[in-house]
């Protein structure tokens, strides 16, 4: 069956960054494209951008753009998403998802990396 | 950037039809697809392109798409199903959102 199991929660300081991992198993990873979602407390669903497994090409979101980098270790079916220059408002649950259809649309989610930003 | 909208929330009995919209302008040209996520858990995917639903996801769930609006229905909803439901599609520029997201209430 298909499985996405991310890394623990992390606890940073403003200005820091963090890297969260997202080991896939049950399929062919470089089959699919992995999305990243995040979620701040009690708000809605943010899509951060894409990365192919297959070629590394990726897809971020335009807010994002220079602070997000996503990577993959096909030798090990881990997908990465580093983001730099941490703020408050990054604490957030992490999600990362295969994206299982066109669009980025996503099938299978992990479990969630809650990155708590906080000086 | 490209918006999805839905309504904030949505109430129901037990056993009544709800339904959640998601209008956008893009929607006639792009799939819409329907997350569901319980307090505390990752989404799971109920409806994809548009109308088709996963394996293991219950026949009360169904989804159609016309002009700008998509709608997801649960038909007989349960207890179980409340939840938040996110809808997702995209646009030409590559940056897809997800809908605000709907609060579905069953009492």
């Known amino acids: 069956q298909v499985q996405l199991v991310q890394s623990g929660a992390e606890v940073k300081k403003p200005g820091a960054s963090v890297k969260v991992s997202c080991k896939a198993s049950g399929y062919t990873f470089t089959s699919y494209g992995i999305s990243w979602v995040r979620q701040a407390p009690g708000q809605g669903l943010e899509w951060m951008g894409w990365i192919s497994a297959y070629n590394g090409n990726t897809n971020y979101a335009q807010k994002l753009q220079g602070r997000v980098t996503m990577t993959t270790d096909t030798s090990t079916s881990t997908a990465y998403m580093e983001l730099r220059s941490l703020r408050s408002d990054d604490t957030a649950v992490y999600y990362c998802a295969r994206a299982g259809y066109g669009d980025y649309a996503c099938d299978y989610w992990g479990q969630g990396t809650l990155v708590t930003v906080s000086s | ?107």
């Open chain 2, 1 to 107: 950037s490209y918006e999805l909208t839905q309504p904030p929330s949505v109430s129901v009995s037990p056993g009544q039809t709800a339904r959640i919209t998601c209008s956008g302008d893009a929607l006639p040209k792009k799939y819409a697809y329907w997350y569901q996520q319980k307090s505390g858990q990752a989404p799971v995917l109920v409806i994809y392109e548009d109308s088709k639903r996963p394996s293991g996801i219950p026949e009360r769930f169904s989804g159609s798409s016309s002009g700008t609006m998509a709608t997801l229905t649960i038909s007989g909803a349960q207890v179980e199903d409340e939840a938040d439901y996110y809808c997702y599609s995209t646009d030409s520029s590559g940056n897809p959102p997800f809908g605000g997201g709907t609060k579905l209430t069953v009492l």
